[in-house]
């Protein structure tokens, strides 16, 4: 099992940027595909981005060409970056690790604990 905890959430206004960061911990990252989930105030969970244990990346429609996610093993950590923020991208974000390189949280069995995105227009 390995521990996760997110990080860089905050309050912004449309347009901005925003980095997040997930640290792991207790396992090397090296041994997982990671991913990003969101969900929204009354919402379910929302699959954002996912990249394989050997840096293959899969973005979701809505985040396409304005998110990016990425891995620094070395560092043992995950990142999303955020660019061209939305209000609609106001969310609590969770990074996860599994073993399958899938956008679906079913599969992903570790999780952090959430970072608080807010997108004000």
């Known amino acids: 099992q390995v521990q996760l905890a997110e990080s860089g959430g905050g309050s912004v206004q449309a347009g901005d940027s925003l980095r997040l960061s997930c640290a792991a911990s207790?396992?090397?990252?090296?041994?997982?595909?990671m991913a990003w989930f969101r969900q929204a105030p009354g919402k379910e969970r929302e699959f954002v981005a996912t990249?394989?244990?050997?840096?293959?990346?899969y973005h979701a429609d809505s985040v396409k060409g304005r998110f990016t996610i990425s891995r620094d093993n070395a560092k043992n950590t995950l990142y999303l970056q955020m660019n061209s923020l939305k209000p609609e991208d106001t969310a609590v974000y969770y990074c996860?690790?599994?073993?399958?390189?899938?956008?679906?949280?079913?599969?992903?069995?570790?999780w952090g604990q959430g970072t608080h995105v807010t997108v004000s227009s």
């Open positions: 996860a690790a599994g073993i399958r390189f899938v956008p679906n949280a079913i599969e992903y069995n570790d």
């Open positions: 990249i394989s244990s050997g840096g293959l990346t």
């Open positions: 207790g396992r090397e990252l090296s041994d997982y595909h």
